[in-house]
């Protein structure tokens, strides 16, 4: 179980990057969207990620109060929070591959749990802007990661239960 849960880790990692840059893409194409000096590619990085769920709105124009979201004061959009969230990911994905201590798969849990609740947030903020393929990407990465958390949880239960 815990291996399966590394694969949906790495799994989920790469579909960040696919969607980042979709969304990246298409806030570039949209009109009256801003995308100087490269800055779009942080709206992108919301588009499906574990970190970027934010639902962060701002550089899209979107975001009513003018001031990019943050959560627990981190910009959740920006390419430095996604490159952790893929980094803390592959890392985690490792570790449970190879060396499934208690703390380590405690910590795959609780990561990916949190990257869950940042995909929804994402799939809602997708929602609202109209960017339903997103959306449903940002879904699909929501319940590889709910599924990763589970997977990872059980194996350590499984581990714990004696057996007989």
């Known amino acids: 179980m815990r291996r399966l849960a590394a694969v949906l880790l790495v799994a989920t990692a790469g579909l960040l990057v696919i969607g980042t840059n979709a969304e990246s893409k298409h806030g570039a194409s949209t009109p009256g969207e801003e995308s100087s000096n490269g800055e779009s590619s942080e709206e992108g990085h919301a588009g499906t990620g574990e970190e970027a769920e934010s639902g962060a709105e701002g550089e899209g124009g979107h ?28 890392a985690l994905a490792a570790g449970l591959w190879w060396d499934p201590r208690r703390w380590l798969v405690t910590a795959a849990v609780v990561a990916a749990l949190s990257f869950a609740a940042f995909d929804v947030t994402e799939v809602v903020r997708q929602l609202d802007e109209s960017n339903t393929g997103i959306a449903v990407l ?11 958390a589970t997977l990872s949880a059980a194996s350590q239960r499984k ?3 004696p057996a007989g």
């Open 159 to 161: 581990r714990s239960t």
């Open 63 to 90: 975001d009513e109060r003018g001031e990019e979201e943050t959560i627990l004061g981190i910009d959740a959009e920006s390419p430095a929070a996604t490159a952790v969230a893929v980094v803390v990911s592959l």
């Open 138 to 148: 940002a879904g699909v990465i929501a319940v590889g990661h709910a599924a990763a």
